[in-house]
């Protein structure tokens, strides 16, 4: 226990800088320990999209690294999607505007895969296990849009 008034003004300094660190670390995250993009921060329509899908896109748009190297099985490699992360977002731009997709709105299957990354990546698996599950899974409904 400090004993003296500067070991209490450092117990005090710290504690203040927790108090203002620890809420933004955690708004990066939701409760799952996942990077998720805040929700005021998508489009109406995805705000007022059901939960899995709503959450697909905060997920998708706080982890390209994750979902760029996902390919996707519904099809929409014939709209120009190259990766999983395309049916959530359309482009970056350089101030780093997020201009999104609305293609996952009404595709489950691009929603699946997404849910699927997020439960694997919980339970500690790698992108490339993940990738390979993706693979083994979907290949059944259509063509990778990935080479």
Not at 3 to 12: D, E, K, P
Not at 73 to 78: A, D, K, R, S
Request: hydrophobic share 40%.
């Amino acid at each position: 226990m400090p004993t003296n008034a500067l070991s209490w003004f450092r117990v005090i300094v710290l504690a203040a800088l927790l108090a203002v660190s620890l809420p933004a670390c955690s708004a990066a995250r939701n409760s799952s320990g996942l990077h998720m993009m805040a929700m005021d921060q998508l489009p109406a329509e995805v705000q007022s999209a059901p939960v899995k899908r709503s959450h697909g896109y905060q997920f998708a748009a706080a982890n390209p690294d994750v979902m760029q190297v996902l390919p996707c099985y519904c099809g929409c490699g014939g709209i120009g999607h190259t990766s999983n992360y395309d049916c959530y977002v359309a482009d970056v731009e350089a101030s780093g505007t997020i201009r999104f997709d609305g293609h996952a709105l009404g595709c489950s299957i691009c929603v699946d895969i997404t849910q699927d990354a997020m439960r694997l990546l919980k339970q500690g698996k790698s992108v490339s296990d993940i990738r390979a599950f993706v693979d083994a899974t979907y290949s059944q409904y259509g063509t990778s849009n990935m080479p």
